[in-house]
């Protein structure tokens, strides 16, 4: 992976290091820069450092998410004989640097991918344009998700955070960037007058939405958290009265999806793999809406913070926890690694589940 988050990205590869390792495979992750804003400089011997130890390990198997992780997948990991190589389509293709998205479809057309992975069917879409040698080997595997659970009740965790409860909480989780478009959300604030918005994450906007929030006159209801472990977003989750996620583009919306899971009324941008995910059994669990507009947006928290809306978004919270099973995209990932690994590796693998069982 490009750089340690804790955002949606590393939290998918956890699940799936952590189930791989209970399968008896040995597993070690690789962050490329150590931050995700590193300079140049950094950022290159970063990678020179990731190369050397995949040289020195020469694995059986190669996951990579996010641009550059991929393509230094594809290419040291032909290279070095690692026969399975896996990488993910975490960014729309329009948005990735011109000479990273060169070199995936190139590699992506020969035989450096084993495997290419997409999250969603809207992400797949975007790949209708590629060769037709890319998109043999573009596969879909949504993301399981389990969302984090409450561990304290509203007053304790707002207490916590020196949140005061004196009104509508709104929350969104996720990097301060233009991707996630917070400012929306404070441009619509002014027409909130009660409502307090909580942005959990950091990132390199953070002084620009500051003094964006103090322009507007609603710094003193905007709270900026900076980056918080999966637990607390997940207590913060269950003390807000909705969720709000205005994002310009996603591949799947991960932090929406949990959010909703927790019966948490989602207002998002109206895109549509929001739409996608954030459906289960012919119903959504939010409201979507042009969050580009102000008024738009304020008019679609307000109906949120309706009591008939909270009964709806916490109706639908089974169903999107059964769409979105940790379990059966775990199984997915099982099942591709296991014929890369050498025979003594998965006989071992077969005990230690024969044995789980057993227990």
């Given at each position: 992976m490009?750089?340690d ?22 597993v ?19 990678l ?45 293709p ?62 304790g965790?707002?207490?916590?955070f ?10 969104n989780?996720?990097?301060?960037s ?7 959300i ?10 307090r918005?909580?942005l ?13 929030a ?41 932090a ?17 793999v ?19 507009k102000?008024?738009?947006?304020a ?11 909270l ?46 069982a057993?227990?």
């Amino acid at each position: 992976m490009h750089a340690d988050e804790n955002g949606g990205v590393e939290m998918l590869a956890r699940l799936i290091e952590a189930d791989l390792r209970a399968a008896g495979a040995n597993v070690d992750t690789l962050f490329l820069y150590p931050a995700f804003a590193a300079g140049a400089g950094a950022k290159l011997a970063g990678l020179g450092r990731a190369l050397w130890r995949l040289a020195r390990a020469r694995p059986d198997v190669i996951i990579a998410y996010q641009p550059t992780a991929s393509v230094m997948a594809g290419l040291v990991g032909r290279a070095i004989g690692c026969p399975v190589r896996i990488v993910h389509q975490t960014t729309k293709p329009a948005t990735i640097h011109p000479v990273s998205r060169t070199f995936d479809r190139w590699l992506g057309c020969g035989a450096f991918y084993s495997l290419n992975i997409a999250n969603s069917h809207a992400t797949l879409a975007e790949f209708d344009d590629y060769p037709a040698a890319y998109r043999a080997r573009l596969k879909l595997i949504p993301h399981g998700v389990a969302p984090p659970e409450p561990r304290t009740g509203r007053a304790g965790t707002l207490l916590r955070f020196d949140i005061p409860d004196d009104g509508p909480i709104l929350l969104n989780a996720g990097r301060l960037s233009e991707q996630k478009a917070q400012q929306r959300i404070i441009a619509a604030l002014p027409l909130l007058p009660k409502a307090r918005l909580v942005l959990a994450g950091g990132g390199p906007l953070e002084p620009a939405y500051r003094e964006y929030a103090r322009a507007a006159g609603v710094d003193q209801r905007v709270h900026f958290l900076g980056y918080l472990d999966r637990e607390q977003v997940g207590d913060l989750m269950g003390a807000a009265d909705a969720f709000v996620f205005p994002s310009t583009w996603e591949t799947f919306g991960l932090a929406a999806v949990e959010a909703a899971m927790l019966g948490v009324p989602v207002v998002a941008s109206d895109l549509p793999v929001l739409r996608e995910v954030l459906s289960a059994e012919g119903r959504t669990a939010a409201r979507f809406v042009n969050c580009s507009k102000p008024e738009l947006l304020a008019n679609a928290i307000t109906a949120a913070l309706a009591p008939d809306s909270l009964a709806q978004a916490k109706s639908l919270g089974p169903g999107l926890r059964h769409k979105h099973s940790q379990e059966t995209m775990l199984a997915a990932y099982r099942a591709i690694v296991w014929p890369g690994v050498p025979p003594a590796s998965a006989a071992r693998a077969d005990k230690v589940q024969q044995d789980g069982a057993r227990r």
